[in-house]
Nanobody, 121 residues
Framework: QVQLVEAGGGLVQAGGSLTLSCAAS????????MGWYRQAPGKQREWVAI???????NYADSVKGRFTISRDNAKNTVYLQMNSLKPEDTAVYYC???????????????WGQGTQVTVSS
């Protein structure tokens, strides 16, 4: 009943910028925290950033000062602005959201389908 759709991935040169988006749709009563994870080839999934329903944010040390997470509650969308990209940022990026639904009155974590970010040089 709930789906997260990501967009914005692509190929960019080192030092460039990219912005990802993740929109939630379905029978949504409330969205709590939203966040981003990434998984590079041969590595485990890594937490990147989180934003609470109140707008508080936190970041992994590897992206602090370069990435910015934000959300638009009216659109049920979370964003990840990535600046000063490095080759080591190359990964599949997944959004995540903790969502309470009308139908079940439960809180469930949903995942986006993933979007590829490739940083060259």
């Amino acid at each position: 009943q709930v789906q997260l759709v990501e967009a914005g991935g692509g190929l960019v040169q080192a030092g460039g910028s990219l912005t990802l988006s993740c929109a939630a749709s379905g029978s949504i009563f409330r969205i709590n925290a939203m966040g981003w994870y990434r998984q590079a080839p041969g590595k485990q999934r890594e937490w990147v950033a989180i934003i609470t329903s109140g707008g508080s944010t936190n970041y992994a040390d590897s992206v602090k000062g370069r990435f910015t997470i934000s959300r638009d509650n009216a659109k049920n969308t979370v964003y990840l602005q990535m600046n000063s990209l490095k080759p080591e940022d190359t990964a599949v990026y997944y959004c995540n959201a903790d969502i309470q639904e009308y139908s079940y009155s439960v809180s469930v974590r949903y995942w986006g389908q993933g979007t590829q970010v490739t940083v060259s040089s």
